[in-house]
């Protein structure tokens, strides 16, 4: 079965402070991704990987970056929180060949005050 | 750009009930097609998905989902549904073999005892 585990399942920070979200996926998936999920907005793709040290900005990168130095790991920072980041973050991860099916971890709550 | 709607935001239905959410994408040429669930204070699992063959797929738990290509439509179906159905349904389309999904808005389920 694949795995994708989150550092932390909710997390209260404060405003402007740097954040980091840890993500790591068991199965040798090339592909990693960072969503956040809103209430009637669906999940929102925020950066993606296609491999390691790669990165693309998907459709709402503002506030954020990531970092992926190994295959499994693939981090999102926050660096400088504000309160509109408050939301669950979704990692997710996929192999290099169709179909693309993904593969979440629980999620992060992330709440900024 | 692609795009994915899911029509009904909030669906109640008492148990027993037949099912059907609807999902349309906005892409001409080939796809793969998902949908998933989100049972409260879960992770996201796939439910189904189409890349090829039949478009009549069923999936886990009785559900079933039909690839309509000329309507760009991938409609969910459960003939009976149970309370433990509850959760939320995200229906995601990858259109450029590249990974990456773009999911729609999510529709909520409650089904009543």
């Known amino acids: 079965d694949v795995k994708v585990t989150q550092s932390s399942r909710y997390l209260v920070k404060r405003t402007g402070e740097k954040v980091f979200l840890e993500c790591v996926q068991d199965m040798d998936h090339e592909n990693m991704f960072w969503y956040r999920q809103d209430p009637g907005l669906g999940l929102r793709l925020i950066y993606f990987?296609?491999?390691?040290?790669?990165?693309e900005k998907g459709d709402i990168p503002e506030g954020y970056s990531v970092s992926r130095e190994k295959k499994e790991r693939f981090s999102l920072i926050l660096e400088s929180a504000s309160t509109n980041q408050t939301s669950m973050y979704l990692c997710?991860?996929?192999?290099?060949?169709?179909?693309?099916?993904?593969?979440f971890g629980p999620g992060t709550r992330l709440t900024v005050t | 750009a692609q795009s994915v709607s899911q029509h009904n935001h909030h669906v109640i239905l008492s148990e027993a009930a037949s099912l059907e959410l609807g999902c349309n994408y906005s892409?001409?040429?080939?796809?793969?097609l998902f949908w998933y669930v989100q049972y409260p204070g879960q992770h996201l699992q796939l439910l189904l998905k189409?890349?090829?063959?039949?478009?009549l797929v069923k999936g886990i738990k009785g559900f079933e989902a039909e690839f309509i290509k000329s309507k760009f439509s991938f409609n969910l179906r459960k003939p009976s549904v149970q309370w433990s159905d509850t959760a939320e349904y995200f229906c995601a389309v990858n259109v450029n073999q590249g990974g990456k999904l773009i999911f729609g808005q999510g529709t909520e389920l409650s089904v009543k005892p």
């Open positions: 189409y890349f090829s063959g039949d478009p």
């Open positions: 990987s296609y491999d390691v040290k790669m990165k």
């Open positions: 892409y001409g040429g080939t796809v793969n």
């Open positions: 997710a991860s996929s192999d290099s060949s169709g179909p693309y099916e993904q593969y």
